[in-house]
């Protein structure tokens, strides 16, 4: 074996170990946000795990052992009815999950507050998510089940997964009573917001578009003033039709004023938009 194939091996390998690893760190995280915060305070905040808090609550079910008998059997209807794409990651997320939260169904609460429970189990859990995620892989659950019910009813899949845990909540605010239920809302919401963080990290630049008549003398002075790279876009007047060259220009969140600064110095009528980063691969920023 080539030198060159055997670094893609040991590359493969490694990217291999690391994705696996992923998948069971994320797996215990959610387990113990679960089991300290979620759980005991009756916060059934979305997914199989929210509807092993709901059936503990009414005759109480063991919850591993629940999330063991709707997950394996909506891994195997989401391998007979999507297909084959659930890789083993996937299996070992399924049945990890349920492992992990009779493992630590022991542990003491961390609170009995429950909106203590929903906020700081909401970023655990939603910690965890998304470390099975960068994994490739997810614990399997209601995420199937909203993948089915797109399969068949042309809903999308995020309207698919928000149909599934409000029918959740709901049943919640049943079971338990209406705070439960709007605990287990802020659980979710929070989780979500967790998870976007996880996979996408926080916005540490911004991405800046400039439409002025002014612009090589804009492009010059940013280049100079904070050596920063700057892309020409050709765009076109909605009303006009008369085409204008835009610019693109990424800086970090701490060059940004320097370079609202610029602007204004050089062109006090341009046209700016602003929006976040989340991340940037290349010169000048992160590296591959």
Same mark, same amino acid.
């Given at each position: 074996?080539?030198?060159k194939n055997e670094n893609k091996v040991l590359d493969?390998?490694?990217? +291999?170990?690391?994705?696996?690893?992923?998948?069971l760190l994320g797996a215990a995280v959610i387990a113990f946000g679960f089991n300290a915060f979620l759980f005991p305070n009756?916060?059934?905040?979305?997914?199989?795990?929210?509807?092993?808090? =709901?059936?503990?609550?009414?005759?109480?079910?063991?919850?591993?052992?629940?999330?063991?008998?709707?997950?394996?059997?909506?891994? =195997?209807?989401?391998?007979?009815i999507l297909g084959k794409k659930f890789g083993l990651k996937s299996f =070992?997320?399924?049945?990890?999950?349920?492992?992990?939260v009779l493992l630590t169904e022991n542990i003491d609460p961390w609170t009995d507050t429950p909106l203590l429970a929903a906020l700081f189990g909401g970023i655990i859990v939603g910690l965890g998510i998304g470390l099975v995620f960068k994994g490739n892989a997810s614990t399997g659950g209601t995420d199937l089940l909203a993948q089915i019910i797109t399969k068949y009813t042309g809903l999308t899949l995020g309207t698919s997964v928000l149909l599934i845990d409000g029918i959740i909540a709901i049943s919640a605010a049943l079971v338990f009573d209406l705070e439960k239920g709007l605990?287990?809302?802020?659980?979710?919401?929070?989780?979500?917001?967790?998870?976007?963080?996880?996979q996408l990290g926080f916005s540490q630049s911004?991405?800046?578009?400039?439409?002025?008549?002014? $612009? +090589? $003398?804009?492009?010059?002075?940013?280049?100079? $003033?904070?050596?920063?790279?700057v892309t020409k876009l050709p765009v076109f007047g909605g009303y006009t039709g008369k085409e204008r060259t835009?610019?693109?220009?990424?800086?970090?969140? +701490?060059?940004? +004023?320097?370079?609202?600064?610029? =602007?204004?110095?050089?062109?006090?009528?341009a046209f700016v938009i602003v929006s976040d980063a989340y991340e940037v691969i290349g010169e000048g920023f992160k590296q591959v």
């Open positions: 074996m080539s030198k493969f390998t490694k990217n +291999t170990i690391q994705e696996y690893f992923y998948v009756q916060v059934a905040s979305g997914g199989v795990s929210g509807i092993s808090t =709901i059936l503990n609550g009414l005759f109480g079910w063991n919850a591993g052992i629940v999330q063991y008998a709707f997950n394996i059997p909506l891994f =195997i209807a989401g391998v007979l =070992i997320g399924t049945l990890a999950l349920p492992f992990f605990y287990a809302l802020v659980g979710l919401f929070v989780t979500t917001k967790t998870i976007d963080i996880v911004k991405m800046v578009y400039i439409i002025s008549s002014k $612009e +090589t $003398e804009l492009r010059d002075a940013i280049y100079k $003033e904070i050596d920063r790279g835009m610019l693109m220009v990424v800086v970090y969140q +701490t060059e940004f +004023t320097k370079l609202k600064q610029i =602007i204004k110095s050089v062109d006090t009528s």
